[in-house]
């Protein structure tokens, strides 16, 4: 089992930018697929972005142009920066990782973080 634990949550306002750290307690990120994800009350866990071992990226179409995703091998380290911030990323933020890939769908994740809590305010 892996051990992630995400940190760089906070509140901004409406346009401003955070950096979302994932760490692994392992080197993980060179054999594993690592996914963002993110859930706001009464709604459903939703993708966000992905990041496979050669560098291969995905995103949601609501954070294309917005959000990169990239990992730090040597510091087990997979970052979500997130810049142009809208209300409606309000969400609590979770790092998971894949080793096999099947989809982007949250059950095919295996490992997941504790979550950090991003709010937006307009």
């Known amino acids: 089992q892996v051990q992630l634990v995400e940190s760089g949550g906070g509140l901004v306002q409406a346009g401003g930018s955070l950096r979302l750290s994932c760490a692994a307690s392992g080197r993980i990120f060179s054999t594993h697929r690592a996914a963002w994800f993110r859930q706001a009350p009464g709604k459903e866990r939703e993708f966000v972005a992905a990041?496979?071992?050669?560098?291969?990226?995905n995103y949601t179409d609501s954070v294309k142009g917005r959000f990169a995703i990239s990992t730090d091998n040597a510091k087990n380290t997979v970052v979500l920066q997130m810049n142009s911030l809208k209300p409606e990323d309000t969400a609590f933020y979770y790092c998971?990782?894949?080793?096999?890939?099947?989809?982007?769908?949250?059950?095919?994740?295996?490992?997941w973080g504790q979550g950090t809590q991003v709010t937006v305010s307009s």
């Open positions: 990041i496979t071992p050669s560098g291969s990226t």
């Open positions: 998971a990782t894949q080793l096999y890939y099947c989809s982007d769908s949250a059950q095919m994740y295996q490992d």
